[in-house]
């Protein structure tokens, strides 16, 4: 799931089978929901610029410009999972089938793409700053940092680790938070360019995704509603303390979560509804 200054984008993986994803958009103001790609697939993850939207469709790196028109492979790969923008490239991670990952990173000019660094299994979210990128093993549960020139991977210490079940990973101008669904749900900050991580809080029932502000972690949380067929939406201070509940989600299928200025964005697979909360 991700914004731009009108819309909401997000994937559809529909029954997971080939060709039967899609990419959509919705005004932030809502309104029927509009295709910007279908006959996709796995299509896990979904950034945006100024000029295009940009998803993963095993085993490609896909595009569309912004005003419409038809996808345009950027970058192919085996299993390309999360990806993300800068102002030259899409990183992206390369699950390579089950063995060992790959950080990618595609340059939007020309298509040229290069290994950043080699993972351990599955690598899915990716996280850029100007110098480094960050993934989350979903095989180990680690959380690696490598440079985006090339060079060492390391991995973050003392949390989170392996078997812990990495649930989101999110950062702002000063840190990486992750969650952790381990022992209650706890979120973590790790400052960047560091590999050091410390608890900060709790999300009590899990996390799917996080979301940040700068002021605020917010978490999506599968359960913590009425009984156990509503997830809930709480947001942590960035300098840790105590989370609160600001939403119930109908259904406990969440998938993802944005935020902006005024409001909070949501994704509920069970109902099928892409949920707004203002103010956030």
């Given at each position: 799931?991700?914004?731009?200054?009108?819309?909401?984008y997000?994937?559809?993986?529909?029954?997971?089978?080939?060709?039967?994803?899609?990419v959509?958009?919705?005004?932030?103001?809502?309104?029927?929901?509009?295709?910007?790609?279908?006959?996709?697939?796995?299509?896990?993850?979904?950034?945006?610029?100024?000029?295009?939207?940009?998803?993963?469709?095993?085993?490609?790196?896909?595009?569309?410009?912004l005003?419409?028109?038809?996808?345009?492979?950027?970058?192919?790969?085996?299993?390309?999972?999360?990806?993300?923008?800068?102002?030259?490239?899409?990183?992206?991670?390369?699950q390579?089938?089950?063995?060992?990952?790959?950080?990618?990173?595609?340059?939007?000019?020309?298509?040229?793409?290069?290994?950043?660094?080699?993972?351990?299994?599955?690598?899915?979210?990716?996280?850029?700053?100007?110098?480094?990128?960050?993934d989350?093993l979903?095989?180990?549960?680690?959380?690696?940092?490598?440079?985006?020139?090339?060079?060492?991977?390391?991995?973050?210490?003392?949390?989170?680790?392996?078997?812990?079940?990495?649930?989101?990973?999110?950062?702002?101008?000063?840190?990486l938070?992750?969650?952790?669904?381990?022992?209650?749900?706890?979120?973590?900050?790790?400052p960047l360019?560091?590999?050091?991580?410390?608890?900060?809080?709790?999300?009590?029932?899990?996390?799917?995704?996080?979301?940040?502000?700068?002021?605020?972690?917010?978490?999506?949380?599968?359960?913590?509603?009425?009984?156990?067929?509503?997830?809930?939406?709480?947001?942590?201070?960035?300098?840790?303390?105590?989370?609160?509940?600001?939403?119930?989600?109908?259904?406990?299928?969440?998938?993802d979560i944005?935020?902006?200025?005024?409001?909070?964005?949501?994704?509920?697979?069970?109902t099928?509804?892409?949920?707004?909360?203002?103010?956030?």
């Open positions: 799931m991700t914004l731009d200054p009108a819309y909401v997000w994937t559809n993986l529909g029954d997971g089978g080939a060709n039967a994803g899609s959509m958009s919705v005004l932030k103001a809502g309104g029927a929901p509009t295709p910007v790609a279908v006959g996709q697939t796995h299509p896990y993850s979904v950034a945006v610029d100024s000029a295009a939207v940009y998803w993963t469709s095993a085993p490609n790196v896909m595009s569309a410009a005003g419409g028109g038809a996808p345009t492979a950027l970058a192919t790969g085996t299993r390309p999972y999360g990806v993300t923008l800068d102002a030259n490239y899409i990183y992206w991670s390369e390579n089938n089950g063995a060992a990952g790959q950080t990618m990173a595609t340059a939007l000019a020309d298509g040229t793409t290069h290994v950043i660094s080699s993972t351990g299994s599955n690598p899915e979210r990716v996280v850029v700053t100007a110098t480094n990128i960050y989350s979903y095989a180990s549960d680690l959380l690696q940092i490598a440079p985006l020139v090339g060079g060492a991977v390391k991995t973050f210490v003392p949390y989170p680790q392996a078997g812990q079940d990495i649930g989101g990973v999110a950062r702002d101008a000063t840190n938070y992750c969650s952790i669904n381990e022992s209650g749900g706890e979120i973590l900050a790790c360019d560091t590999t050091k991580c410390t608890k900060i809080g709790v999300s009590l029932n899990g996390a799917t995704a996080l979301a940040t502000d700068g002021v605020y972690v917010y978490i999506l949380s599968p359960y913590g509603g009425v009984g156990a067929t509503t997830g809930v939406v709480r947001r942590l201070p960035v300098g840790g303390g105590a989370s609160e509940v600001i939403a119930v989600t109908p259904g406990h299928d969440t998938q944005a935020v902006d200025d005024t409001s909070v964005y949501w994704i509920t697979k069970t099928g509804n892409v949920m707004k909360l203002t103010p956030k």
